[in-house]
């Protein structure tokens, strides 16, 4: 798919972009594939919202590569490293594809995080399960959750989900995706997490275990402060960088102690790798 459709670029003068001089038309093609089903998703970044032969262009790239089920055009014109941007089309197909994940169903579009090894995330997801010692009362509050997936994966074993992601087309796929699994334990919301915590602590309103699953430069004093706030009986804490993850503990380590903490090679034959840490609220 890639090599055609710099073939196709190339014929029809459609040119990549340059981020030296921000001249040029195509910045990024991200693809995205699905394990469970036949379905694959090409994303177009674009540095600008229209651009001659588009349409011809995307035309001649499903016609040579039948396999892709959904073109999505993504507008990036900031002057930025970050991959996507706001404005997004879908030029052919669905515009989402699906995958399973642990026995649940997921619908993932263009700006919906999703982890790229299906094979190694399912076993990140139940070693996660594992450290939460989930039983059928907990609240489970679900931080950063994206489209949903730790969240309902974890409601099956537990009383309560609430889960709160604030990328608005992330939380409509969780939504769905609730929906589509039959899972009504579960309670999704667009807002920061951090300021969502604070008001469940002046509340009251109790939790059993917090997931937290952020990204590679970890949490930030307020989201800490406010899950020690928030104080659930325990944390699950999902990490991309070792370094962030033992910044975060170091913090938390005044409420909380740790009782595990598990690797999982996320991705093999790199440096990187991804760690659940299990914490458990001091006496």
């Known amino acids: 798919i890639l090599l055609e459709a710099k073939r196709l670029m ?34 177009l970044v674009t540095n600008v919202d229209s651009f001659p032969s588009r349409g011809n ?29 706001e404005k ?10 699906r995958d399973t994940l642990c026995g649940v169903s997921f619908r993932i579009s263009a700006k919906s995080f999703f982890q790229v090894n299906p094979v190694q995330t399912e076993v990140l997801y139940q070693k996660a399960m594992e450290a939460a010692h989930l039983s059928k009362t907990d609240i ?43 899972i009504t334990n579960y309670e999704m919301y667009c807002d920061d997490a951090s300021a969502f915590m604070n008001r469940m602590a002046k509340d009251k309103r109790p939790v059993d275990v917090l997931f937290m699953d952020p990204p590679r430069k970890g949490s930030d004093e307020r989201f800490l402060n406010a899950a020690i706030k928030l104080a659930p009986k325990r944390i699950v804490y999902i990490s991309c960088d070792p370094s962030t993850l033992a910044r975060d503990v170091a913090y938390l380590s005044k409420s909380y102690s740790v009782e595990s903490v598990q690797p999982v090679d996320m991705f093999p034959r790199s440096f990187h790798v991804e760690t659940v840490c299990a914490l458990s609220l001091k006496k």
């Open 10 to 43: 190339k014929s029809m003068r459609i040119d990549p972009y340059v981020e030296d001089e921000r001249y040029g038309i195509v910045r990024h093609l991200l693809i995205r594939t699905s394990k469970h089903f036949p379905e694959i998703m090409v994303v």
């Open 57 to 85: 262009f995307v035309k001649a790239l499903v016609e040579a590569c039948p396999e892709i089920t959904t073109v999505v055009q993504n507008v990036n014109s900031r002057q930025t490293n970050v991959i996507l941007g």
């Open 140 to 182: 489970v509050f679900d931080a950063y959750s994206g489209i949903g997936t730790i969240g309902l994966i974890a409601a099956k074993d537990c009383g309560k989900v609430i889960s709160v992601e604030i990328v608005k087309e992330a939380v409509a796929d969780g939504k769905r995706n609730a929906a589509q699994n039959g």
């Open 88 to 97: 997004e089309r879908v030029l052919y197909g669905k515009g989402y594809i």
